[in-house]
């Protein structure tokens, strides 16, 4: 399977991935702390985006609560690591179950009851605040006062526990961003894909064409909450501390639906290179401001909306479909297929 997906990749293609990831690879010998703190957002972001785009970019479904799969992935597997010692790679089953479950509850009361567009988005939302709510009043998992991970050291990196320096963070973010592209290419380029793309484009016409739409828009549910959970076993291990507030704010769902509109909704590159525009540079601006003594804690939700208004004006489709046309990274048999 994966060598037919390389074979798939036009070779050009395969050389702007090459040297990207080699890039990525050595970037922490060249970053200091700050920097790599940013590359570290800037792949968490093109990681959820991606996962994201599965139901959005891929299967035309809406969801503005992506954070709700975060939040369950980091609670379950920080509260079992905490209160009974199980570490993340054990706790991970265990959140990818639990955010597919909660997945499937609300794909199954959309699409069984005919809950599509906006209603769909509003309900996605709605969890995502019965979640937030929820968690502020179970004290098991601290409540509203927060969930604190034990922190040993900083000096020693522990693969096993997440526990160690930021660079260890770096490679693991970096890993999960790969491996998730390259589930989302394969996906893409599939069966299953094909009909997500047919739903996406008139959901009646597939319908007419014997596609059963609701097994397949509830697959695309399902793989996109089963890939954002990871995200949250990550956060929980990286930032050592969950708030149903932060955790659940609909901020969250926002930051991560942003770098696939500005990269270009479904697309491979797209979420990619939207994280690395919108992450960085809403970062830079930030040091920047605080650099000239500008206090201003509202900044990056304000440059937010200036880059979706100025994609929106401009580039409706993002950043990377005209992009690689410019680059010529399609072969000429692609501009009828999925777009990468």
Known sequence: MIGRMVHDVPRHVLWLLGVLLAGLLVAPIFADDYLLTVLILILYFAYTGQAWNVLMGFAG????????????GAYAAAALYVHYGIGPWIGMPVAILISVASGAIIGFLAFRFG???????ILTIAFCEFARIGFDHFGWIGGSGGLFMPVSNHTQNDLLNLRGQPVMFYYVMLALTVIVFVLCHLLLR???????????????????????????????????SAMTAPAGVFYAFYYNNLFPEQTFFILRSIEIILGPIIGGIGTLFGPVLGAFVITGLSEGLQELLTLYGFDTPGAKRLFYGVCLLLVVMVLPNGIWPPLARLLRLHRSRDTTGPQS
């Open 61 to 72: 479904q809406l969801s503005l609560g992506h954070a709700l799969y975060v939040g369950l």
């Open 115 to 121: 809950v599509a567009g906006v209603y769909f988005a």
């Open 190 to 224: 599939s069966r299953v894909g094909y009909f997500w793309q047919a739903i996406r484009e008139d959901e009646e016409a597939a319908r007419s064409l014997g596609i059963a739409t609701f097994r397949y828009k509830m697959a695309a549910i399902v793989v996109s």
